[in-house]
């Protein structure tokens, strides 16, 4: 998984932390959690601040 498969992190997320509400979570601990997720192998470097907003904007939707 890749920084731009969002909606397969999203689900992840979702089924790591069902108690989050991803409205409250800092961009630190989203990258955090993406990375530590057993299928992600991209680079974290190649994170920035729209990749986490999208993927945090993408875990409120889902939740909706």
């Given at each position: 998984?890749?920084?731009?498969?969002i909606n397969d992190i999203v689900?992840?997320?979702?089924?790591a932390h069902p108690n989050v509400?991803?409205?409250?979570?800092?961009?630190?601990?989203?990258?955090?959690?993406?990375?530590?997720?057993?299928?992600?192998?991209?680079?974290?470097?190649?994170?920035?601040?729209?990749?986490?907003?999208?993927?945090?904007q993408a875990w409120i939707d889902?939740?909706?």
């Amino acid at each position: 998984m890749k920084w731009t498969d969002i909606n397969d992190i999203v689900i992840e997320l979702v089924d790591a932390h069902p108690n989050v509400d991803p409205t409250r979570i800092n961009f630190v601990d989203l990258m955090r959690w993406v990375v530590a997720l057993p299928d992600f192998d991209d680079d974290p470097k190649h994170c920035g601040e729209k990749i986490l907003e999208a993927i945090q904007q993408a875990w409120i939707d889902e939740l909706a």
